[in-house]
């Protein structure tokens, strides 16, 4: 009786090994797709921020990494501020794996796009203006142009990088025209001469701090890109309305923002 059981066990071992041989072999196709598609991302990401210097498009370069893995590439975009790469990576049918990456200066690179004042306080937005003054407590509309670029004014960690939940402001009650939406806002927490300041930016686009790589928690430089100018929440114009406040909040602040920033 125990050679039929001994038998038996044994084509049972081999039944449930080739499942988990199998399963093994899958997940390694898993892991060597996700690396090759980090790989390719992260390489493409360089060459799109001119981090490398290469003939060869970001997704170009993609394709030889991911060909020198032993996979191909299967997808590539390069977000629209330019500074990051979406990458799908096929490593054999039907394994593909799906990779972002983001190429982060140093400090000082950021300063070379916008320099820092001898304060430590960096310009918030690509163009040195000023479309509104004081509303909205001491709020302020900064003029952008090119690409819309804002900046952190300083450094700090980023507290909300999203919708700001506010709903319609009483402006746009008035003039229904400029409302579009939610608000998107970047709000930043900083450290300044032993008190804690908040910037914020408002009316971004809804994906661009994505795209910047900023996100919650995100220790950004000042002069570091952290959103693009857009259209949401209650604008009648591309501007960012920027804010600096002692509390955490991007509406109503009570800080002057030209005794950090200094004049446009």
């Not at 804002?150 to 025209?177: H, I, K, N, T, W």
């Not at 100018?229 to 509406?251: E, I, R, Y």
Request: net charge negative.
């Amino acid at each position: 009786m125990s050679a039929p059981v001994l038998l038996a066990c044994s084509a049972a071992a081999l039944c449930l090994g080739l499942p988990v041989l199998a399963a093994s072999g899958s997940l390694e196709a898993k892991h060597r797709a996700a690396n090759a598609a980090d790989a390719a991302a992260l390489a493409a990401a360089d060459a799109a921020n001119g981090w490398i210097n290469s003939e060869a498009t970001p997704c170009e370069l993609a394709e030889q990494v991911a060909v020198a893995s032993g996979a191909s590439v299967a997808g590539c975009s390069v977000d629209p501020a330019g500074t990051g790469v979406r990458v799908l990576v096929r490593t054999g049918a039907p394994i593909v794996a799906e990779a972002r990456a983001y190429a982060a200066a140093e400090s000082s690179a950021w300063n070379e796009i916008n320099p820092v004042s001898d304060n430590g306080w960096a310009w918030p937005s690509n163009a040195r203006g000023v479309t509104q003054g004081f509303h909205d407590g001491m709020a302020i509309d900064l003029a952008v142009d090119g690409q819309r670029t804002l900046y952190a004014p300083f450094d700090g960690v980023v507290v909300r990088a999203g919708p700001d939940g506010a709903g319609m402001p009483e402006a746009c009650r008035s003039q229904p025209s400029w409302w579009r939406g939610q608000n998107y806002t970047v709000l930043i927490r900083h450290e300044y001469e032993g008190r804690v300041v908040y910037s914020s930016h408002n009316h971004i686009v809804p994906t661009s701090p994505e795209q910047w790589g900023i996100f919650p928690g995100k220790k950004v430089v000042a002069g570091q890109p952290v959103a693009q100018a857009g259209m949401s929440g209650c604008t009648s114009g591309l501007h960012t309305h920027f804010t600096l406040s002692s509390k955490p909040v991007n509406a109503y602040p009570d800080l002057n923002p030209y005794k950090y920033l200094g004049p446009p």
